[in-house]
């Protein structure tokens, strides 16, 4: 499917996402960020792949002008996920909502709830886009390892590498690939700036064999 660019995300776009699993809840947040006030480390790491299916232009939580983008998407299995949708929500500061990925919660009951939030670590109801909690933790071992005392450096370097390895047991055609962001001008140039990373998911490219 051709993508249909509708602002943040595009109608046909496939959104890879991630949630960490700490034994029977979950969280989006990456660890590095919850280690400042706990030691406790992701049990399990879970990935999804999103498709675009639809946007809407939708009201915010604060605001019931219809200005803001909300989308709905599928999983491959079938599983209906909104983004933004169908009310947008942000905080004074943050949009971190863009990123986040909800299971439809329109028309589930009380018992859907309880089912779902008691289900979590197995079949979580949310997820974050990779690039969110993937690309801050690649550049604390890398461009700012300095900053890290051993210990840190060494846990995250192996959440790392664990997050990689699941990611591809479950894509094994894809790989994730950070690199500085490329900024593109209203005249056509590129620039990007060292320390500032972006994390993409992209097909690996076929190594050629000896005949």
Not at 117 to 135: G, L, R, S
Not at 140 to 149: E, Q, R, Y
Not at 174 to 197: C, Q, R, W
Request: charged residues 30%.
């Amino acid at each position: 499917m051709s993508e249909v660019k509708t602002g943040r995300y595009s109608i046909g776009e496939e959104i890879y996402a991630c949630v960490f699993v700490y034994g029977d809840r979950i969280t989006t947040y990456q660890p590095y960020l919850i280690w400042s006030w706990s030691n406790e480390v992701p049990t399990d790491i879970k990935f999804i792949k999103l498709t675009v299916k639809e946007h809407h232009k939708v009201p915010g939580d604060y605001d019931d002008e219809v200005k803001y983008d909300g989308y709905i998407l599928a999983a491959d299995d079938g599983t209906i996920f909104t983004n933004q949708y169908p009310r947008a929500s942000y905080g004074q500061l943050s949009d971190r909502g863009d990123r986040i990925f909800h299971i439809d919660f329109r028309g589930k009951t009380e018992e859907d709830f309880k089912k779902m939030f008691d289900n979590q670590a197995k079949v979580p109801h949310e997820y974050v886009i990779i690039n969110e909690v993937f690309t801050p933790m690649f550049k604390a071992v890398t461009l700012d390892k300095d900053k890290l005392s051993d210990g840190l450096g060494v846990k995250l370097s192996l959440l790392i590498n664990h997050f990689k390895d699941n990611f591809a047991k479950l894509f094994p055609d894809m790989e994730l690939v950070t690199a500085p962001l490329i900024f593109k001008g209203k005249d056509g140039s590129e620039s990007s700036y060292p320390n500032i990373l972006k994390t993409t998911v992209v097909k690996k490219e076929k190594k050629e064999e000896n005949v």
